[in-house]
């Protein structure tokens, strides 16, 4: 620690602070435009400059300068204020006065600093800037008349996002930023740099004139979309959202959001939204009132139930005080049959983990991986499927140092990052390397055996997994494979990330379960500052697991329950805040079954292809519209504001399932859901730590920041097996989108609005095709015609399809496996 | 005494005389009220259009939060007031507006005859506040 003065003020702060850090610990504030809490000292702009007694002569730059024992501070003074006053002029020879039309008015630095200073007239003349404006891509615009060269853009895309659009170009006056060539913004359009920049600059498209900052109202709420819980702020104006706001105030993820974050947040306000209750009259859905549409559902719903029974199907979109009232719900109409999000994708947690370290959620938080040494990221799909914590990630690897290891069967944005190291197997066949790897760690005596079960057991299994073996199998090279086993045992902290959700279902309870096996053969479990990561896709899947929306019993679970009904064997199913038909692996299959199933209610915000089989159709509300807590994948439990009221006739899930409760005789009634959210605490203790009200904005954590696992027990696992075929396709997500719900945002459609094949370079030009021309992929027995899209990031002879969109029917190929063989020709 | 009252009553007198009178036959007879007189609003066009930006200053400024701002983008990109309604029963005509204004694209003119016979017909759209 380190004392110093400032303007009088006696002030101890670490010392790695900068003289503006101590500044505002003390509450003294030092203007900055330049400076950003999450990136690296800049010093552009030259605006805090101070003057230090023991540096006399000269002004000093307070947010790049390190304190010192004894420093003596002044942060404003006569001189002080005439230089800054100064800078601002010159800032302004060139700045369009364009406050009134620019959407930055009311909030921008620039203004506040000009009005501060009180700076009125200028010295010095200039000409004007008249750059054309960087209009090329739909979501962000760059207007570089009003760019003041603080470098933010440019410093956070490449620390933080490590995309790196952008840089400085040319010297003198002339200098701006630009991207390369100068030729007009293509990226992954995650806006970080729209949140960065202090002037108006870099604005968001989508929300150009709508509004002025200050009409706003912010609503503090949770991302809606995967299971990362970021925090976002609703900018809320006549009950409509208009925009997502910059908060790195509060939540885990620093004010860091990706593109269906910031722009994804329009399908609260589409038009097709379902405004009211639909029946089933005469094969045509026609709208009805809710009393009459509920007693329909209970009536259908209790009759299956005193015949074959009926089965209910959740999305990991609701909240976790809807999911409560669901499983009560589901106890109330007596039926067993209750699962979520296909039943199949988040076995890795439920089965791997909980047989392995015994626990059914990741051991660490999202702030320690960006302490840890060593990453293991498992299917490089980990930065599609949950982009902030691959920032995160790249931030361990520049402000860290960490070494980045990716286990994939194709490149992604994560094996781009510096240093990172790519163990490029042949699909399917992760596990062998997983496998393997451990085996290096237990021949090397590298592993920590100590009070770990079935560590013999494992060592016989491990027997064909010699690196050499692998080396043969998976196309990565013995030594890699070592030298990423001996990093990761070797390695302070280390952290194992995987993503898991409707795409990734196949080999996903192995690879967890290989996953875990080497945790906990270099120690990760419950390790202060380590951790074992596996994300869920969406919002609350993680809430939905510890809820336990689960088969209760001896009842169906998702997969089961399409047997059944496709078999005639059930009466009834209910389908809350999910689509099977557009997302769920063997369309086929689950098309028989919704057509076979006599009784199907859906409850959704949009008329789903699955909502349109629907006999009943219940309008449900989006996270925006809603109060409650959602769990992310690290366990952190957050609030859920309600933004704006729902459209027509819209009800929350909780209203909708405890009113078909009452219906059907029950006394199920809460006053909110901090009513429900105290329920839960008695069902689950994990969340009895707190009550509704005291969950902060930085959420709470259950189980702490390392949550120590209930067991230490590997188990072994057996290989993949690869896919014959000259082509073999793997689906997935895709950055831009998250579940099928994002085809309904504009943002996340402005950037990719169809479906599409991706391929190599290689097999396009042997199968001479081009980006944009349709392809024929053939497997499974189902021939689908999609949009080819060439891309260096795939080995030869491996296809990616994304999942998002119902229209291409990607799930008719698509039936649960790990890689399909498939067939291609143009 | 008798001085005194003839004086004053003599300026009294002087006002009954004709051509003295204040009085004015409203409506026959109309005054035109002084330049700063602050009257029905007027948007000020330019060239092509209004000459407003739809900064959204006026509707901030106004105490009496009748003025009704909605911005869009017409076809050159430029930002311009699609709706910009006055809601003249709420108005206290204080000038705040005129005053707020960075482009001088509002002003206040002299016409002082505001009555009228509907509640609708107080609404001044941008249509009826450029003429």
Known sequence: MVNLTIDGKQVTVSKTATIYEAAKEVGISIPVLCYAKKLMPYGACRFCLVQVEQMKGRLIPACTTPVSEGMVVTTISDEIKKVRKTVMEFLLVNHVLDCPVCDKGGECDLQDLAYELESTSNRFEGEKFDLPTDEVNPLIERNMNRCVLCGRCARVCDEVVGYGSYSFINRGFETKIATAYDRGLSCEFCGQCVSMCPVGAILPRPFKFKARPWQLKEVDSVCGYCGNGCTLTLGVLNNKVETIRFNDKIGVNDGNLCVRGRFGYSYVNHDERLTKPLLRKDGELVEAEWDEALQVVADGLANAQKGQGAGILSGARLTNEELFVLKQFAKTLGTQNLDHSGGECYKGVTEGLKETIGISASTGTFPQIEKANVILAIRSDFYETHPVVGMVVNQAIRRNEAKLLVLADKRGKLSKLPGAKTLLTKPGLELDILNAMARVLLDEGLAQTEGVDGIADLQAALANFSPAQVAERTGVSAEQLQAAARQLAGAKNSAILMAYGLPYQGLNKELATAAANLALLAGIPGREGSGLYLCGEKANSQGAIDLGILPQGNGMGAQAMFTAAAAGQLDALYVVGEDPLSSYPDRDRIAKALDKVPFLVVQDLFLSPTAQQADVVLPATSFAEKDGTFTNAERRIQRVRRGISSPGQARADGAILTALAGKLGSSLAFTGPAAIFAEIGKAVPAYATCSFNEIGPQGVVWGGESLQPASRKVVAVAGGSEVEGDFRLVTGSALYHSGTVSTKAKGPMAVLAEPYVELSREDAKALKVADGDLLKVAGNGVELKLKAKVGNRLPKGVLFAPYHFAEAQVNRLYKGEAVIAVKVSK | ?131
């Open chain 2, 1 to 131: 005494m008798f001085k005194a009252f003839a004086k004053g009553l003599s300026i009294t007198f002087k006002h009954m005389l004709p051509g003295h009178s204040t009085t004015v036959q409203y409506p026959s007879v109309k005054l035109k009220p002084s330049d700063r007189f602050r009257g029905l609003h007027r948007l000020v066009p330019s060239q092509d259009r209004e000459k407003c930006v739809a900064c959204y200053l006026c509707p901030t400024v106004c105490p009496a939060k009748c003025i009704t701002v909605e911005a869009a983008e017409n076809d050159k990109g430029e930002k311009y007031p699609k709706v910009y309604t006055i809601d003249l029963l709420r108005c206290i005509f204080c000038g705040y507006c005129v005053e707020a204004c960075p482009v001088e694209a509002i002003e206040m003119t002299g016409a002082y005859e505001l009555a009228n016979y509907e509640r609708e017909d107080f609404q001044f759209t941008k249509q009826r506040l450029l003429k």
